[in-house]
T-cell receptor
Framework: DVKVTQSSRYLVKRTGEKVFLECVQDMDHENMFWYRQDPGLGLRLIYFSYDVKMKEKGDIPEGYSVSREKKERFSLILESASTNQTSMYLC????????????FGDGTRLSIL | RKEVEQDPGPFNVPEGATVAFNCTYSNSASQSFFWYRQDCRKEPKLLMSVYSSGNEDGRFTAQLNRASQYISLLIRDSKLSDSATYLCVVNSAAGTASKLTFGTGTRLQVTL
């Protein structure tokens, strides 16, 4: 079974703070993804990575950055948190190739005050 | 036009009923299609892939119509435990990564 683990289920931070969300997968997957999910908007892709040290912008990268120093770990960074970044953040991973399903972590519910 | 469109529902059906969801997608070059299930305040979980010839997994049947660019999910003999949001998901390949586009989901509520 694929296991994708996100470091926190719930997180509360203040405006302007630098926030790190961590994600680890144990299936040696090449691809990793960060999404946010908001009511009525569905899942929106922030960034993804198809290899160590490689990253690609998704649909809504503004205000975020990512880091992939090791194959199993993909970090999402909010450089200076703002209230409109309050959301559910979901990490996913998949095998290499273009037709693979993604497997999700439990999600982190982040509140920015 | 959204890349993937679904009726948000909710679909309220009694136990034992058959229910069908449709989904349309805009990118004719899409290659892979999936249905995911998401329970309230939980992560999406893969329900089934959708193959060109159609496929079945127990009470669930998925169909793909490439000409009309729509995908369907049929649930037979609905159970209370089927209550969830069903996400239609379409591949839009970006380089070597499998980049998926998610619909906003169709909510199903199965009642006694």
């Amino acid at each position: 079974d694929v296991k994708v683990t996100q470091s926190s289920r719930y997180l509360v931070k203040r405006t302007g703070e630098k926030v790190f969300l961590e994600c680890v997968q144990d299936m040696d997957h090449e691809n990793m993804f960060w999404y946010r999910q908001d009511p009525g908007l569905g899942l929106r892709l922030i960034y993804f990575s198809y290899d160590v040290k490689m990253k690609e912008k998704g649909d809504i990268p503004e205000g975020y950055s990512v880091s992939r120093e090791k194959k199993e770990r993909f970090s999402l960074i909010l450089e200076s948190a703002s209230t409109n970044q309050t959301s559910m953040y979901l990490c996913a991973s998949s095998r290499g190739g273009s037709n693979q399903p993604q497997h999700f972590g439990d999600g982190t519910r982040l509140s920015i005050l | 036009r959204k890349e993937v469109e679904q009726d948000p529902g909710p679909f309220n059906v009694p136990e034992g009923a058959t229910v069908a969801f449709n989904c349309t997608y805009s990118n004719s070059a899409s290659q892979s299609f999936f249905w995911y299930r998401q329970d309230c305040r939980k992560e999406p979980k893969l329900l089934m892939s959708v193959y060109s010839s159609g496929n079945e997994d127990g009470r669930f049947t998925a169909q793909l119509n490439r000409a009309s660019q729509y995908i369907s999910l049929l649930i037979r003999d609905s159970k209370l435990s089927d209550s969830a949001t069903y996400l239609c998901v379409v591949n839009s390949a970006a380089g070597t990564a499998s980049k998926l586009t998610f619909g906003t989901g169709t909510r199903l509520q199965v009642t006694l």
